[in-house]
């Protein structure tokens, strides 16, 4: 008769396994994340499966086409192509893998609370928002990499702090939603804390949307990565990128456009199925994604 | 007999389910509705009685589809038509008046523009005279000043006004027949009873033919000559208004009478177990067996015709002369005097006030709004009392109900529980002050968290005022679901997963977890269907009489207040018109408001008229001195009721109506006014 | 109506003056200032204060954002680090370039995304919206310079219809910039036209399946006047504020493309003075494209209000 209560931890597993059933039978999201996972799976065991040193130049071998030991022939200083498209994500996956959940945590976070407190706190700080929301991103993201460098360990506080911005007024947004509905006014009448509120009646409501916007964020970030090594203030030669092969191989491609094509195709599916799968998210949650507007 | 206007035959509409199975909405309707005549079709929510509405012109949702048979429309089967000529008879000699008119209204186009629309698709008038028509069309609805709601968009027009401009639009292609979709849900009692009046003297008038949907038997005594009720997708009951709302034949419309809270009868109506089966759920008896009185081993196995009586009614039911003997009107126990005397709350002078300047305005150096939405509000809810707060929309009942639970501050006044003044804000009061105030809200959908299980939500009171944990949290929770009557089983589930009814009584479970000394309720049934409203009713009463707890009860619906309250205090615009016992509110003499609000009851009776004293007008902010309801009031001395605020005159049992004339020329009954 | 026009414009300038404090704060924690991106390797000892003396480096910091942000109010941007040019002149070609470019962009994406947005969103489901929406989420998630770079291989070294690189100088009349502008501007629109496009198709999804289409339905409207008449008039007015994201989007972080392209627009040089340290430059292109994002989106927020009663009188009624 006393059926135990069920832990509420594993109500919300089962809850994010019903979402990822319904996300895998979208055609959108079984296509999405089959690529998402193919590329990440990638990234980790790419070192062990390369049959190439991705530094090993061959001046013999200048801007070949493909053949039987260089699938995707090899780029202007002689380097396997294959080996270095196979291993050019492992940079971009580690920083944005890092920097997105960051970003959605600290800009949830403040969206959050703010969106709870209100006031004239809240005024001044959707004003900074904006002005930051108003500077163009590369702009921002320059001036702190000319300054500090583009090691990863300041490329993630960067992207981390710079894509957490939107995140404030996003997750405000869905707060004001959650705030203005009458369980949150009980909770408030039965005196709990600001805190209670927000872990227990606030964070369960907006985290569908957080979810959704951290995969959004998380493909804006790569964009901007590989945008970043493109423009030559990313990842540093001669670690593989493929932004950063795009760039070296562009000039070459009349030739040799294998050497462009290989990461064009590498990046291109990675991000549109980090797209894709976030539309079958806000989907499978009942959002809609494309009322979103390119911050 | 002339030929029917309406003819549907064999109508099936269905939808497919998740698992692929065609589940039905609609199961085999026939109906007919014959020229000039009104027909009532009445159901809870999810009984089809909206889709079988749209179904009669043609229209299906989308993702509903006919199953088999045929709705025609003066012979025509509307299901075999083009979509041209579907076009031509639709808003032309069929027309729709919506459930919904200020979301059924373009937001862009302006009045003139959308009726001018209708007579241009429907009216084959040239066009220089459509502004003119139009206007007369207005005029016709009864709406003030037509030249300047021509000109207006929808959303600058009351509830009351769109409605009226929705059936204007409908008029527009002179219709032989109208349906009508539940088109005064929503609407305070007295639009309600100005809108029905209108439309009742509206299809006198022009010959027309009428379907009006509807879950409101009130509504339908007032404008039907007969009635379908429906359930679960079928008609159970056909037959004339007067034979259907007074001696039904069918066991559901017998409960469904019985749950009705009556204006003339105080006892607590009795609650109709049970929830009727969702589509594709119905077994192959009769769809209601699950919660019918008389049901027999038969009921079950063998589906019941749609027989006709002697009476000229047809009934679905294997027993009808069974079902005659089972009760339709309110039975349940009067509710038991278990007041103290002992003030539970006082409000002293309470007036609160919405508008809060912002940054800019206090840039600028503007002030708040002069005139507060509730002002000079006193009153006393003694121990063990229910006090009902009655009054339309914008009257500010749901507003003191927030600002006694601490979620809105007092502009000024204050609020006393028992001995000790109790902080104007949530974050002030101390947490048994807290406990023993607790608050039920309207809408369990919203007061629910749809991440929270049942249990979750029982924990959250329990462990913050009695810290419990463990097992013991455990058992008190199974103890209070036991209490408003549902199973441990309930404890995992989430509010999605249950009924309108079952929420509701989840909500109210966790308010008395707190074992709170008040209880404010608001609204607490107006989002539920009757027969589960009788039972919450029936629950509150219950748990008041077995935990002394006091209530202050607000509603708009005055007969479910009777059926609950003590005590009643009537509001307008946010000031107190009259208090005191109910049977002395809801008696003679009374305050011209409540006197108005009164006579525009709708009883589910054809032989009650409502007693319409005066206009629907709906007011945007009180006047800023004299009496709230000067400018409505069918009682006006003159000048004196714009200049100075009414005094209170009091009479027996601590009955007060706060108005400038007395109380034996308040007792003299008012005659209607016309239209 | 009039209130709220000044409430707007107030918060406008708010976040604009907010904008300069957040620029003129950013360059002046940065390592290094004007005289030492201009002295380079000399940049030590009495050079180097010289230099700053005479540039009025040594003054407060606050004495100097005042100063800057009230020339700036003035029009006067101040002088380049790199040559003491004056930087009003140097940014103006670039920025008529970039407003070229831009409007180009607007005047192929614009038009194109409403009406594919409303094509998809009537036929929703059908091969048509497949097709554009599949394609759109293609073309918005590719990086520019991804789908640069494959434009340039296709249409100019393999196939040689267009030209792959702008080669006119940035002083040139705009007329000089064809065909070489037509590159850049395909992989704008595209990216835009996605975006767009994506909002109009599920806002004229809601609004088809709203009540007011369904009563017009009933009423008898034939279906192409519901759908221009009283669907499309409520479904685009969302359109205005993404249309005016774009264009902010268009004038800032076009950067990728003006590279790619060579294009001397405004986003190149920005990115050429990050490269040069040349600070004074970066803080007046940031405080110009701020401020037309600012003036931008306000247009775009009074636009909706005066085109959608619901609001207009929403702020009428507020006294």
């Known amino acids: ?295 | 007999m002339s030929a029917p206007m309406i003819e549907i035959a064999g109508l099936s509409v269905g939808f497919t389910g998740r698992g692929g199975a065609t589940l039905p909405v609609l199961r085999d309707i026939d109906l007919t509705v014959r020229p000039g005549e009104s027909l009532g079709l009445v159901g809870e929510s999810g009984s089809g009685k909206s889709t079988l509405a749209l179904a009669a012109m043609g229209y299906l949702k989308r993702g509903l589809r006919r199953l088999g048979g045929s709705a025609r429309f003066r012979g025509e089967d509307m299901f075999a038509k083009s979509r041209t000529e579907l076009e031509a008879v639709r808003g032309g000699k069929l027309a729709l008046i919506p459930q919904n008119s200020g979301q059924s209204l373009t937001p862009t186009l302006r009045i003139g523009a959308q009726l001018g629309e209708a007579l241009r698709l429907h009216a084959g008038l040239p066009a220089d005279q459509h502004r003119g028509r139009v206007l007369d069309l207005l005029g016709q609805v009864r709406l003030p000043d037509p030249e300047a709601i021509f000109d207006r968009f929808p959303h600058e027009l009351s509830g009351g006004q769109q409605q009226r401009a929705a059936i204007a639009m409908a008029l527009a292609g002179a219709p032989d027949a109208l349906l009508l979709d539940e088109p005064t849900t929503g609407l305070d009692v007295t639009t309600q009873a100005h809108i029905l009046e209108l439309l009742r003297d509206l299809a006198a008038a022009r010959g027309m033919a009428m379907v009006y949907v509807s879950h409101d038997l009130g509504a339908i005594a007032r404008v039907c000559d007969r009635v379908a009720v429906m359930y679960a997708g079928e008609i159970v009951l056909q037959g004339s208004v007067r034979q259907v709302l007074k001696a039904p034949a069918h066991p559901y419309a017998r409960g469904l009478l019985a749950s009705i809270p009556r204006l003339s009868d105080p006892a607590l109506p009795v609650a109709l177990g049970g929830r009727p089966p969702a589509p594709g759920q119905a077994g192959a008896g009769c769809a209601f067996v699950d919660r019918c009185a008389i049901a027999e081993p038969r009921c079950r196995g063998e589906h019941p015709a749609l027989a006709p009586l002697p009476t000229g009614d047809a009934v679905r039911c294997h027993f009808p002369d069974r079902a005659q003997m089972l009760p339709i009107a309110g039975q349940g126990s009067a509710s038991d005097d278990t007041r103290g005397d002992a003030p539970v709350l006082t409000l002293n002078d309470l007036s609160i006030s919405y508008a809060r300047p912002g940054l800019f305005d206090r840039l600028l150096g503007r002030d708040a709004a002069a005139v507060p939405t509730v002002a000079d509000v006193s009153l006393t809810v003694r121990r063990g009392e229910t006090l009902g707060l009655v009054g339309e929309s914008g009257s500010g009942k749901s507003t003191i109900l927030k600002t006694v639970a601490g979620l809105l501050g007092a502009a000024g006044g204050e609020i006393r529980f028992e001995d000790t003044l109790l902080p104007r804000v949530v974050e002030r009061r101390s947490p048994d002050q807290l406990r023993r105030i607790q608050l039920v809200f309207q809408n369990p959908d919203d007061s629910l968290n749809p991440r929270q299980t049942v249990a979750e939500i029982l924990e959250q009171p329990l462990k913050l005022y009695f810290g419990l944990s463990g097992q013991a949290l455990h058992d008190r929770s199974v103890a209070i679901l036991d209490r408003v009557r549902l199973g441990a089983h309930y404890l995992d589930r989430l509010p999605g997963q249950l009924s309108g009814g079952e929420k509701q009584r989840v909500a109210i479970a966790r308010a008395f977890a707190a074992e709170p000394d008040l209880v404010l309720c608001d609204e607490v049934t107006s989002a539920l269907d009757v027969s589960v409203q009788a039972a919450v009713l029936d629950l509150l009463d219950d748990l008041k009489r077995s935990q002394g707890t006091t209530y202050i009860f607000v509603s708009h619906d005055l007969a479910v207040v009777r059926a609950l309250s003590d005590r009643v205090a009537v509001l307008y615009q946010g000031r107190l018109c009259e208090i005191g016992p109910s049977a002395r509110v809801y008696g003679l003499p009374s305050h011209p408001y409540t006197e108005v609000l009164l006579g525009a009851v709708l009883e589910p009776d054809p032989d009650i008229a409502p007693r319409l004293t005066a206009d629907d007008v709906v007011e945007l902010a009180p006047p800023a001195r004299g009496c709230a309801f000067q400018r409505r009031c069918p009682r006006k001395l003159g000048s004196i009721c714009e200049t100075d605020t009414p005094p209170w005159r009091m009479g027996d049992g601590g009955h007060a109506v706060r108005c400038h004339i007395d109380l034996p020329d308040l007792a003299a009954v008012l005659e209607p006014s016309a239209g | 109506m009039l209130r709220m026009l000044l409430r707007r414009l107030f918060l406008g300038a708010v976040t604009v003056v907010i904008v300069s404090v957040i620029i003129f704060a950013g360059v002046e924690i940065l390592p290094g200032d004007a005289c030492t991106a201009f002295l380079e390797r000399e940049a030590q000892g009495r050079l180097l204060e010289n230099c700053r003396e005479a540039q009025g480096l040594n003054r407060p910091a606050a004495e100097r954002y005042l100063d800057w942000a009230a020339s700036a109010l003035r029009g006067d941007l101040g002088v380049s680090a790199n040559g003491g040019v004056s930087i009003a002149e140097l940014v103006g070609n670039r920025l008529k370039n970039s407003l070229l470019l831009a409007a180009c962009a607007l005047g192929v994406g614009v038009p194109l995304a409403i009406v594919l947005g409303v094509v998809t969103g009537l036929w929703r489901d059908r091969w048509i919206d497949l097709l554009f929406s599949t394609g759109a989420i293609f073309a918005m998630t590719i990086p520019e310079f991804v789908s640069a770079t494959v434009l340039i291989l296709v249409f100019s070294v393999w196939l040689g219809w267009l030209p792959g690189i702008v080669l006119t100088s940035a002083g040139a009349p705009a007329s000089e910039f064809f065909p070489e502008i037509l590159l850049p501007v395909i992989v704008l629109a595209m990216v835009m036209t996605a975006h767009i496009l994506r909002m109009v198709r599920s806002s004229v999804i809601e609004v088809m399946a709203g009540d007011y289409v369904q009563m017009a339905t009933l009423k008898g409207v034939p279906y192409w006047r519901i759908v221009f008449r009283h669907a499309l008039p409520n479904a685009l007015l969302p359109a205005i504020n993404v249309v005016a994201l774009t264009v902010a989007w268009l004038l800032g972080g076009v950067v990728v493309v003006e590279v790619v392209f060579n294009y001397p627009g405004l986003g190149r040089m920005m990115i050429d003075a990050i490269s040069d340290r040349d600070l004074p430059v970066v803080q007046a292109i940031a405080l110009i494209v701020a401020t037309v994002y600012v003036v931008v989106n306000l247009t775009a927020d009074l636009l909706t209000m005066v085109l959608n009663p619901r609001l207009r009188t929403h702020y009428m009624r507020q006294r």
Do not use: C
């Not at chain 1, 969206?111 to 002005?131: K, N, P, T």
């Open chain 1, 1 to 295: 008769m006393t059926a135990a209560p069920v832990p509420a931890r594993a109500r919300a597993l089962s809850r994010w396994g019903g979402v990822l059933r319904d996300v895998m039978s979208r055609p959108s999201g079984a296509i999405g994340l089959t690529l998402v996972v193919f590329h990440v799976v990638l990234a980790i065991v790419s070192p062990w499966i390369v049959a190439y040193d991705y530094r090993a130049m061959d001046a013999t071998l200048m801007l070949n086409g493909p053949s039987a030991a260089h699938w995707l022939g090899t780029d202007h200083l002689g380097r396997d192509v294959l080996t270095r498209t196979l291993m050019g994500g492992r940079e971009a996956l580690l920083v944005t893998g890092i920097a997105t959940p960051i970003a959605v945590a600290w800009g949830g976070l403040l969206g959050i609370w703010f969106g709870l407190v209100g006031g004239r706190a809240d005024e001044v700080l959707m004003r900074v928002v904006d002005a930051f929301l108003s500077l163009p991103w590369i702009l921002k993201m320059l001036v702190l990499i000319v300054t500090f460098g583009t090691g990863i360990e300041v490329l993630i506080p960067t992207l981390a702090f710079f894509y957490g911005i939107p995140v404030i007024r996003i997750a405000r947004a869905a707060t004001h939603d959650v705030v203005a509905r009458d369980f949150v006014s009980a909770a408030r009448a039965r005196g709990h804390g600001r805190l209670t509120i927000i872990r227990r009646e606030l964070l369960p409501n907006v985290l569908d949307t957080l979810m959704v916007e951290g995969a959004m964020r998380w493909s804006w970030m790569l964009l901007a990565f590989s945008s970043l090594s493109f423009l030559g203030f990313g990842v540093s030669p001669p670690t593989p990128d493929w932004g950063l092969m795009i760039a070296d191989a562009r000039g070459f491609m009349s030739f040799a456009p294998s050497g462009v094509l290989a990461p064009v195709v590498a990046l291109s599916s990675l991000i549109i199925g980090i797209n894709l799968t976030a539309d079958a998210l806000a989907k499978a949650l009942g959002l809609d994604r494309a009322q979103k507007a390119p911050v």
